[in-house]
C-alpha cells in the first residue's frame, strides 16, 4: 500500500520561494502518476501539477504556470514541488497524491497524503 507524506509548508512572503516535498513509502513513485494540489479555505480543491509515472509527461494548472516545476527523485522515492513567486492567493493545504493509471488524471488519484499548509503572506 503506498503512502504519502508531505513536508516544506510554511509563512512566506510574497514574491518568495518554497519547495515542497512528497515522501512515497511502500512502493514506488514510478509506479504511480503523482500530482499536487491544493485547497484553500472556502474553495475546491484544485490540481496543480503531475508527473506521470514514466516522468515524461508534467502539467501543470494555468494559475501556476511558469512558477512552479515538479520534479522527482526515484532514488530517495520523492516528488517535489518548487514554487517560485509565490502570491497570497497561493495559500493553501497542498497535497500530493497517485494515481495508480501512471497517467496524470487529476480525477484518477486513489492514495493522499494529509497535506501541508502554505501560507503567503507579508
Known amino acids: 500500500q503506498l503512502q504519502l507524506v508531505e513536508s516544506g509548508g510554511g509563512l512566506v512572503q510574497p514574491g518568495g520561494s518554497l519547495r515542497l516535498s512528497c515522501a512515497a513509502s511502500g512502493r514506488t513513485v514510478d509506479d504511480y502518476a503523482i500530482g499536487w494540489f491544493r485547497q484553500a479555505p472556502g474553495k475546491e480543491r484544485e490540481g496543480v501539477a503531475c508527473?506521470?509515472?514514466?516522468?515524461?509527461?508534467?502539467s501543470y494548472a494555468d494559475s501556476v504556470k511558469g512558477r512552479v516545476t515538479i520534479s522527482r527523485d526515484t532514488a530517495k522515492n520523492m516528488v517535489y514541488l518548487q514554487m517560485n513567486s509565490l502570491k497570497p492567493e497561493d495559500t493553501a493545504v497542498y497535497y500530493c497524491?497517485?494515481?495508480?493509471?501512471?497517467?496524470?488524471?487529476?480525477?484518477?488519484?486513489?492514495?493522499w497524503g494529509k497535506g501541508t499548509l502554505v501560507t503567503v503572506s507579508s
Open positions: 508527473i506521470s509515472s514514466t516522468g515524461g509527461t508534467r
Open positions: 497524491a497517485a494515481d495508480p493509471s501512471g497517467w496524470c488524471d487529476y480525477g484518477g488519484m486513489d492514495f
